[in-house]
C-alpha cells in the first residue's frame, strides 16, 4: 500500500472531494445520502479536468498533480472564505467582495503556480505524505457519515414497529385526514405584538368555515425535529426515548399516527419539502413537482456556494428571480397546494402529511405570490420582519382556498389539521415567548366533536382527540407542555410557561 502511494499523486482528487464529504458529515441529518453523487461526480471530474489538462502539456504526473492543487484547493476554498469574511474591510479597502477577491485569488494562484514550477524540481518525494495527509482529511467525515447512517437506518428499522393505537376498521365513510404544517408560523397575539400584523382576518376565516382555533396554543418543542416527531407520535420525546436526531428522524418517518392510519387502510400521501427529515418518500402517495435533471437540490446549492461558483450564484441571485435554489422551493410550495385541491375528488381514505417550508425562511413569496428573494445574512431585520408577514399574508390566502376545495369535494366531511410546528424562526427572535406560541386551527366534523379542545391545547394532544373522537380509541389527554431550547443549543430544553396574554 504504501508503494502504491509514494508512485501515485492521488491527493488532487481526494482533495476535491473532500469538501463534499466534510459538507456531508455536517449536514447529514437533514439531507438525504443521495444528494451527495452528484456533487462528488462534479468535484472529481473537475479534479480530472484539471490534472488532465496540466499533465497534457507538462507530460510529469508528480508535478502535474501538484500543480492542479493549487487552483483546486482555491477553488474549493473560495466561497468558504467570502461567507465568512463577507463585507469586512483590510485597512478600509473592501477586500471580500468578489470583485476584489476574484482577481486576488486568481493572482494568489498564479504566483503559486509560479513558484511551484520554478522551485520544486522532486515532485515525486512529496507525493507520498501529500497522498497520507489528503487521506488523514477524510477520516473524520467518512466516519460521521458512516456512523450516521447506520445510527439511521437501527432506528428506522425500530420505528417501523412504532405502537398502533387500537381502532375499528369496521368504520364506515372514513374521514379523509389532513395535517397540514406551516413552518414558522406564529400565534395571531404575536404577530400583532412583534410584528404590528393583524391576522384576524385569516383567523376569522378559518372560525367561519367551522374551525376550532385555540387562541393559546403553544409548541411542545421550538424545532422541527423535535416537535414534529412528538405530535406525529402523541407523545413528549422523553416517553418516547428520542435521545438524538436519528431516533428523532425515525420518529417523525415512521411514528405512531402514520402506523395508525395505515393499519386502518388508509394511504398516506406526502411532498417533497427540501428537508429530508420531513420527506417520507416511500408514501403509498409521494408527488413529484416538475423537476428535471437539473433542478438543484438545496445540498447542491450549498455547495456550489462554499466554491468559487459562489461568484455565479450570487450574480444569479441579484440579477433573477429564478435561481435555481428558490425556483425549486416555489415549484415545491405550488405543486402541493395544487395536490391537497386534487386529492377530495379521489377514491381512497387518505392520511395526508402537507409539511410546507412557509412561512419559514427562505424567503421566496411575496405578498401576492410574486418572486421574492432576500438574503437573509445581509438583509436588515425590517426586511427580513416584513418577508416573513408577506409570505404569512401569501399562504393564508392558498391555505383558504385548500380547505374550500377540501370541504366542498369530500364526499365525508374531513378532518383537518394546520399548525405550525413552531413560531417564528431563529433569524427573527430567540425568545420563547414569541418563538413558542403557534397558530393551532381544527376542523373535526360532527356535533360536539370539538368538546376535548381548548384555548391552550398542543400539538401533543392533537391526535389524541382525532383518535379517539373519530376511530374508538382511548388516548388519555397529556398536560400540555412545552420546552424551549435556543437555536445554538437544541439539547438544552427547559420547561416554559404559557405566554397566553
Not at 466561497?79 to 476574484?102: A, M, N, P, S
Not at 430567540?430 to 370539538?450: F, Q, S, T
Amino acid at each position: 500500500m504504501a508503494g502504491f502511494l509514494k508512485k501515485h499523486p492521488l491527493y488532487p482528487f481526494l482533495f476535491a472531494i473532500f469538501p463534499v464529504l466534510s459538507l456531508t458529515a455536517n449536514n447529514i441529518r437533514q439531507i438525504f445520502i443521495g444528494e451527495v453523487w452528484r456533487p462528488l461526480l462534479f468535484s472529481l471530474l473537475l479534479a480530472l479536468f484539471v490534472y488532465g489538462l496540466i499533465y497534457l502539456s507538462i507530460r510529469n504526473s508528480y508535478h502535474a498533480a501538484l500543480i492542479a492543487a493549487v487552483p483546486l484547493f482555491l477553488f474549493f476554498s473560495y466561497g468558504q472564505i467570502y461567507t465568512e469574511f463577507e463585507g469586512k474591510e483590510v485597512f478600509g479597502i473592501g477586500v471580500f467582495r468578489h470583485r476584489v477577491l476574484l482577481p486576488l485569488f486568481i493572482v494568489l494562484g498564479s504566483l503559486i503556480v509560479f513558484w511551484v514550477v520554478r522551485s520544486v524540481k522532486t515532485a515525486d518525494s512529496i507525493t507520498y505524505p501529500l497522498n497520507l495527509f489528503s487521506i488523514f482529511l477524510l477520516i473524520y467525515p467518512a466516519f460521521t457519515i458512516t456512523a450516521n447512517l447506520i445510527q439511521q437506518f437501527i432506528s428506522d428499522s425500530a420505528s417501523r414497529k412504532a405502537d398502533v393505537v387500537p381502532g375499528s376498521e369496521a368504520i364506515v365513510n372514513k374521514p379523509d385526514v389532513y395535517y397540514i404544517i406551516l413552518d414558522g408560523y406564529g400565534r395571531q397575539d404575536v404577530l400583532l405584538k412583534k410584528f404590528g400584523f393583524d391576522n384576524s382576518e385569516f383567523i376569522d376565516g378559518l372560525r367561519a368555515r367551522g374551525f376550532y382555533v385555540a387562541e393559546c396554543s403553544q409548541s411542545n418543542y421550538a424545532h422541527t425535529l423535535y416537535s414534529l416527531p412528538s405530535s406525529l407520535n402523541y407523545d413528549y420525546l422523553d416517553t418516547l426515548g428520542a435521545t438524538n436526531d436519528a431516533e428523532r428522524m425515525s420518529l417523525l418517518k415512521y411514528g405512531s399516527v402514520r402506523s395508525t392510519f395505515e393499519a386502518l387502510g388508509y394511504k398516506v400521501v406526502a411532498f417533497p419539502t427540501g428537508w429530508s427529515m420531513t420527506e417520507w418518500t416511500d408514501a403509498d402517495i409521494y408527488t413529484d413537482y416538475g423537476r428535471t435533471f437539473t433542478t438543484l437540490t438545496e445540498f447542491e446549492t450549498l455547495f456550489l456556494d462554499t466554491t468559487m461558483l459562489r461568484v455565479w450564484t450570487d450574480y444569479d441571485r441579484l440579477n433573477s428571480q429564478t435561481t435555481p435554489y428558490s425556483s425549486a422551493r416555489r415549484l415545491r410550495v405550488l405543486s402541493m397546494i395544487e395536490t391537497l385541491k386534487e386529492l377530495p375528488s379521489r377514491d381512497e381514505d387518505y392520511f395526508v402529511f402537507a409539511h410546507f417550508v412557509i412561512p419559514h425562511p427562505p424567503y421566496s413569496f411575496g405578498a401576492d405570490g410574486e418572486w421574492l428573494e432576500i438574503n437573509v445574512n445581509t438583509a436588515s431585520y425590517e426586511e427580513i420582519s416584513h418577508a416573513y408577514i408577506s409570505q404569512i399574508i401569501y399562504i393564508n390566502r392558498e391555505t383558504l382556498q385548500i380547505v374550500d376545495t377540501i370541504l366542498s369535494e369530500s364526499d365525508t366531511p374531513p378532518i383537518i389539521i394546520i399548525q405550525g410546528d413552531h413560531g417564528p424562526p431563529p433569524d427573527l427572535t430567540n425568545d420563547p415567548a414569541i418563538r413558542m406560541p403557534i397558530l393551532n386551527a381544527y376542523y373535526l366534523p360532527g356535533e360536539g366533536a370539538a368538546r376535548d379542545l381548548h384555548p391552550a391545547i398542543t400539538p401533543v394532544n392533537s391526535f389524541r382527540v382525532v383518535l379517539n373522537r373519530y376511530f374508538e380509541s382511548n388516548l388519555p389527554l397529556l398536560e400540555d407542555k412545552s420546552f424551549f431550547a435556543p437555536n445554538q443549543d437544541h439539547e438544552r430544553l427547559g420547561l416554559i410557561s404559557n405566554s397566553c396574554p
